[in-house]
């Protein structure tokens, strides 16, 4: 997926997400399963943060400390709401290939934070969805594929550098088989393989769904459901 497929993403998401912050009558109390101890203020004053992190980068193109969200729910929602116009600004303005820090492995380019912002925003919609109790989110097969990429590419090794997660004892392959997409989760051959639609590998992955129950396991199934235990992601 190229930039400008990222931001449209983005900002159809960032805009759904607005609508629900903007509602009347909003239960703002409301706890989002999928984010536990979270409220959908929290989850909302955790947007602003992310945003107001990534504008900062953006202006800087250094590393920048992220702040944290009012503790009033209201406030931090109306933070939320109120930072969208500048942030919009700020991910139109991105020069793709202009260097610029991010988390990635090298080239470290502001074109990232298109894709990154992107996929922070689905997620945390479906989130949201998943609070509400909405209908579910559909994803395009190629914009869910590069969220698995993005999980076992960019966050997996993040995660284990971070001694957030031991590295998997036995590697796995998981395919997409609406896309065609394949990747390798370890080192060396696989010993079991885990197909489903991208959609639900991107959500299984990102533990906002039980993966198991939507996909086929090859091989060894025990290494397999080892490995989805890992924290793959933060």
């Known amino acids: 997926m190229d930039h400008n497929e990222f931001l449209s993403r983005l900002q159809t998401d960032l805009m759904?997400?607005?609508?629900?912050?903007?509602?009347?009558?909003?239960d703002l109390g409301r706890?989002?399963?999928?984010?536990?101890?979270?409220?959908v203020a929290d989850?909302?004053?955790?947007?602003?943060?992310?945003e107001g992190w990534v504008r900062e980068i953006l202006r800087t193109r250094e590393v920048a400390q992220e702040r944290e969200p009012a503790a009033d729910p209201?406030?931090?929602?109306?933070?939320?709401?109120?930072?969208?116009?500048?942030?919009?600004?700020?991910?139109r303005a991105i020069s793709p290939e202009e260097a610029c820090w991010?988390?990635?492995?090298?080239?470290?380019?502001?074109?990232?934070?298109?894709?990154r912002q992107a996929?922070?925003?689905?997620?945390?919609?479906?989130?949201?969805?998943?609070?509400?109790?909405?209908?579910?989110?559909h994803f395009d097969p190629a914009f869910a594929a590069d969220g698995v990429d993005e999980v076992l590419s960019v966050f997996y090794p993040r995660q284990v550098r971070f001694g957030r997660t031991e590295p998997i004892a036995a590697p796995i392959q998981f395919c997409a088989n609406d896309t065609g997409d394949k990747w390798t989760l370890g080192d060396g051959e696989p010993v079991a393989t885990v197909t489903s639609d991208a959609a639900a590998l991107y959500l299984g992955l990102w533990k906002r769904i039980d993966l198991l129950d939507?996909?086929?396991?090859?091989?060894?199934?025990?290494?397999?459901?080892?490995?989805?235990?890992?924290?793959?992601?933060?």
């Open 16 to 26: 759904a997400i607005e609508a629900v912050a903007l509602a009347e009558g909003g």
């Open 31 to 39: 706890p989002v399963p999928t984010c536990p101890g979270w409220t």
């Open 43 to 50: 989850l909302l004053g955790h947007l602003w943060s992310v």
């Open 74 to 91: 209201t406030r931090a929602v109306a933070d939320f709401v109120d930072g969208i116009p500048d942030y919009l600004t700020a991910m």
């Open 102 to 115: 991010n988390f990635g492995p090298p080239p470290r380019l502001a074109g990232f934070w298109g894709r």
């Open 119 to 137: 996929h922070e925003h689905a997620i945390h919609r479906v989130d949201l969805i998943t609070a509400l109790e909405s209908e579910p989110l």
């Open 214 to 234: 939507r996909s086929e396991i090859d091989g060894d199934e025990g290494a397999a459901r080892a490995a989805l235990a890992h924290a793959l992601t933060p």
